[in-house]
Nanobody
Framework: QVQPVESGGRWVQAGGSLRLSCAAS????????VGWFRQAPGKEREFVAT????????EYADSVKGRFTISRDDDQASVKLQMNRLKPEDTAVYYC???????????????WGQGTQVTVSS
């Protein structure tokens, strides 16, 4: 199995940028779809972005479309989430997950990381 490990979360000012990384442990992401989800305190976890095996497979939540970009490294060892023009409402724990089909539903993903905290100040 693959074990996603997130990193890169930190405190950032509104309007700034961050790049989160989801590293594959155990095996690569080569045979997996990868998704990003986030959860703010007191709220349910929500879909952010997902990517399959081609550039055309990327999909984003409306709240982040045009600001966030998901991508795969060439060696399939990690997936990145580039986050631009960050807003206070982007504050959340961000989770990376691997599954077999790219999608927006949590149940589609079998392997989850422990999360990385992103805090956007205002």
């Amino acid at each position: 199995q693959v074990q996603p490990v997130e990193s890169g979360g930190r405190w950032v000012q509104a309007g700034g940028s961050l790049r989160l990384s989801c590293a594959a442990s155990g095996r690569t992401f080569g045979t997996y779809a990868v998704g990003w989800f986030r959860q703010a305190p007191g709220k349910e976890r929500e879909f952010v972005a997902t990517i399959g095996w081609t550039i055309d497979s990327a999909e984003y939540a409306d709240s982040v479309k045009g600001r966030f970009t998901i991508s795969r490294d060439d060696d399939q060892a990690s997936v990145k989430l580039q986050m631009n023009r960050l807003k206070p409402e982007d504050t959340a724990v961000y989770y990376c997950a691997a599954g077999y089909i790219p999608g927006t539903i949590e149940a589609q993903y079998d392997y989850w990381g422990q999360g990385t905290q992103v805090t956007v100040s205002s």
